[in-house]
């Protein structure tokens, strides 16, 4: 298995709903990542897992809640988002979080708040 | 400070042409990593290169082939006889040492039949 699968593929929710973005993987890889993608811009780096522990926060509102229950599964917990939260959520993995591993994307959720 | 440039934003070309893909880097870093991704209308980032900076080895994969030259920060990427599955956005990207990716603006492909 070399894929990282995401759902759902498209989520639309409106600005007082809770929902939640799964992304899984099995292919050992130990570091995951959840990248935010707006329309013909490049993905920006949200957070970094690393042995199941969060390493990186790129200072991402704390309506965007990310969680690792193990090493194979990243969720992205969203609440209260707000329509300019819409965009391409892409989850990514890497064997390691070091410079030398590439990383494996899954296909992305395109989120729509309402 | 890290940045990656690619200075076209977008690039039309007829089938069978080739075409480059311009891509410029800064870093400060002695060791680092520089990748190329396609990304095709379905969204998914689809891994085509990477190289190290110790390695300026030019590479070739079938019609693809990448340029690396350090003197110049740069990293090109040129599609041979294009087709119009080639059709994309290209992200060249940088990897620092904590694993973070810095992608390029993206070079949006346009490749008419």
């Known amino acids: 298995d070399t894929e990282v699968t995401q759902t759902p593929k498209h989520l639309v929710m409106g600005m007082t709903n809770k929902k939640s973005l799964k992304c899984e993987q099995h292919?050992?890889?130990?570091?995951m990542y959840w990248y935010k993608q707006k329309a013909k811009k490049p993905p920006e780096l949200m957070f970094v897992y690393s042995y199941e522990k969060l390493s990186i926060n790129e200072s991402v509102p704390s309506r965007f809640s990310p969680e690792c229950p193990n090493s194979s599964l990243l969720n992205l917990h969203l609440h209260a988002l707000q329509p300019e939260d819409s965009a391409l959520y892409l989850c990514?993995?890497?064997?390691?979080?070091?410079?030398?591993?590439?990383?494996?994307f899954g296909s992305g959720t395109r989120l729509t708040v309402v | 400070a890290q940045k990656v440039t690619q200075a076209q934003t977008e690039i039309s070309v007829v089938e069978k042409e080739d075409v480059t893909l311009d891509c410029v880097y800064e870093t400060r870093d002695t060791t680092y990593y520089l990748f190329w991704y396609k990304q095709p209308p379905s969204g998914e980032l689809v891994f085509l290169i990477r190289?190290?900076?110790?390695?300026?080895q030019n590479e070739i994969s079938g019609r693809y082939s990448w340029n690396f030259q350090k003197s110049t920060s740069s990293f090109n990427f040129t599609i041979t006889a294009s087709q119009v599955v080639d059709s994309a956005v290209y992200f060249c990207?940088?990897?620092?040492?904590?694993?973070?990716?810095?992608f390029g603006q993206g070079t949006t492909l346009q490749v008419k039949p």
């Open positions: 292919m050992g890889h130990r570091a």
């Open positions: 990514a993995s890497s064997q390691e979080s070091g410079p030398y591993y590439g990383y494996t």
């Open positions: 990207a940088l990897r620092k040492e904590t694993g973070k990716l810095i």
């Open positions: 190289r190290n900076s110790f390695d300026e």
